[in-house]
């Protein structure tokens, strides 16, 4: 069976069957979701499922001349009615937009170049996860780093995107849409300001807490509760999260200073906890671990066999007791 032949049309020449090679090409991508576009990737293979839905294989679109239709897909992408996306099945695809939604992306996109836009749409790929500026490289194809510098500042200069630093990877910069909030993961949450543990806030609160514990000696309390008297007190910008408030109840319970208190008893749900003041307060360490074996290398490797032969000892024994 032979190919079809190809069709090659003038600008603003009718189609067969009516129509111009833009408004066929638009036709056909709204049909699905995700159009694949081998062209992007010349060595990629679609899969055999989507024959119909490249523009290789799609038998409206096969006739036409291929360079009359490479020039109408970079003028629907110009001009936002087309959008280029990586493809869950591999390489690149083709994703129509109304007029309406088109319109609202030129006002916000106008301007930017085919790199600058790719840079925004694999930013906004990692939703509240970030990126690194080195990520980029890799995933847009951008090889030159200072081009990559250049189009973030510009990104960040129309406040498309913003950056912000992770507490896991200190003082490096990432960068988000400027819409969005980083994942409680990266920024720490409530505890943390500008990439570092706040150590005052979080000690004026585990304070709070105590206290609130100590006005309900006897009751107890559910952790809710305790996030409530915290936000009352005003020492907060922002509100604690259930999991915030339940850091800071967790750390007194370990350190022995409140106890667990039968959820019945405060007419709890199934699940939700309640704590109360501890009536004597545990022990957080055993006496073995204040003596010096505990930590000596030379007792660990069984050297001297028993403490009696340690000439280290009777000076650990002075120590305190010499003024």
Known sequence: MSAPKKIKLEHGESAPGGGNVEDILLAECKKHALWMSPQDNPS??????YADYTLDGNKVLAPLDKALLGAALQKLLSKSRLALHDHPKGGRCLRFVSEEQAQQQLERFGGLTTNELLVYQKIEETKTKGLFQRDLKARTGITNPNMIKAIIDKLMKRRLIKDFTSVHT????????AELEPAVELTGGSWYTGGELDVDLVEACTKLALHFFGLRKGKGARVSEVGDFIKSKGVLNCDLSMDEVLQLVETLFYDGKIERYPPHYLGLPAGERGFRVANQPSVTHDHYSQL????????HAGHPPEPSLCPYWDYWLSVGTKH
């Open 292 to 299: 010096p074996c505990a930590t000596c290398p030379i007792a």
């Open 44 to 49: 990629m293979n679609p899969p055999k499922d």
């Open 170 to 177: 200190g003082k490096k910069k990432m960068y988000i849409l």
